[in-house]
């Protein structure tokens, strides 16, 4: 959930929730390119399977098996 700080006349989330949603949605499009194989998924992120696999549990975006 992002959280706005209160600036005078500005309605920008803070950079960490910033990063955390696009990192989110980096993840996602992924999936949806790989058509939900996480392997592939992760090499098109540039990351471990691994830690794809951790990213998915930080972002609740792992199915319960």
Known sequence: TLI?????G???AP????ILSAEKR???QSLEAA????SKAARL???SR???????REHA???AD
């Open 4 to 8: 706005a700080r209160q600036v005078p």
């Open 10 to 12: 500005a309605h920008v």
């Open 15 to 18: 950079l960490e929730d910033q």
């Open 26 to 28: 980096a993840i996602e």
């Open 35 to 38: 058509k939900d194989n996480r």
């Open 45 to 47: 992120l540039g990351i």
């Open 50 to 56: 691994q830690t794809l696999y951790k990213k998915l």
């Open 61 to 63: 975006l792992l199915a």
